[in-house]
């Protein structure tokens, strides 16, 4: 489920959500963190290229090429995201426990993925404003049945960034995100291990799951982009949250 929900604009924490949800069941924490590790693998994989000319004009301080200037528009694009996930993770968290509003997030989450078909491609120039406005987008993707590649791609469609460009810096600004994450929640709950009866296989295996599925869900979603179909993902979503608000009603 991570694998495939992670990199799908379809919300991969809003799926853990509702399966605990359905089964009764918590899934610890720590368990949720090492998936994430794994699907993390993924982009650096899929983007490694990439990667490799941001990190070498990083090195060399060159910030003037096109590799060099994707640094700071990283750093000023995950500030806003890390300060929604530090002032308002704790409350979302207590909110979004319950079917209703995952549900209803799964409703707003279609109206985003579907608004991106009105974006008009102009550009492949990112500038700062526009690096703090998917930021942005990326931190209310805290919300379960908010997707994070969802929302991001979506703002920088509407933006006016050509499909390319806004679905190679969704990812690279999942990076960073992703990483802060991973350390603030696997150290504070690191303890989990022992407690909670999860084993390194159990974990291991997780992993693998995800990064396996993960890395076919990138290229198919890339596929689904190029094609410009990425705004169908929206009536998943709202079928989705349709049958869970219905759910709850009768």
């Known amino acids: 489920i991570q694998g ?12 853990l959500k509702l399966f605990e949800n359905l089964l009764k069941m918590k ?3 720590l368990f949720d963190v090492i998936l994430h590790a794994g699907t993390l693998i993924v982009v650096l994989v899929f983007f490694r290229k990439e990667i490799s000319k ?89 919300i379960p049945g908010i997707s994070r590649s969802g929302a991001t791609i ?35 709950e690191f303890s989990e291990l022992t407690s909670t009866g999860l084993d390194y296989a159990e974990i291991l295996a997780g992993a693998i799951a995800a990064m396996l599925v993960g890395y076919f869900a990138l ?7 190029a094609k410009r179909k990425f705004h169908l993902f929206a009536f998943y979503c709202w079928i989705l949250g349709a049958v869970l608000v219905l759910s709850q009603i009768f």
Not at 79 to 93: K, Q, R, Y
Not at 102 to 121: D, H, P, R, V, W
Not at 219 to 225: S, T
């Open 4 to 15: 495939l929900t992670e990199w799908l604009p379809i919300s991969s924490t809003g799926h």
């Open 27 to 29: 899934v610890p924490i």
């Open 154 to 188: 979506a703002v920088a469609l509407l933006l006016g960034i050509k499909r390319e460009k806004a679905f190679k810096f969704s990812f690279l600004l999942s990076i960073p995100a992703i990483l802060g994450a991973l350390g603030y929640t696997g150290y504070a």
């Open 219 to 225: 290229k198919l979603l890339w596929k689904i982009i």
């Open 54 to 142: 941001i990190l070498s004009a990083l090195a060399h301080l060159d910030f003037k090429t096109e590799h060099g200037k994707m640094v700071p528009l990283i750093i000023v694009g995950v500030v806003p995201t890390a300060l929604i996930g530090l002032v308002f993770g704790w409350l979302i968290e207590s909110a979004f426990q319950t079917i209703l509003p995952i549900a209803t997030a799964f409703l707003f989450c279609g109206i985003m993925l579907y608004s991106a078909k009105f974006g008009k491609e102009k550009t492949d120039n990112i500038n700062y404003s526009t690096a703090i406005m998917i930021g942005i987008a990326q931190g209310i993707a805290i």
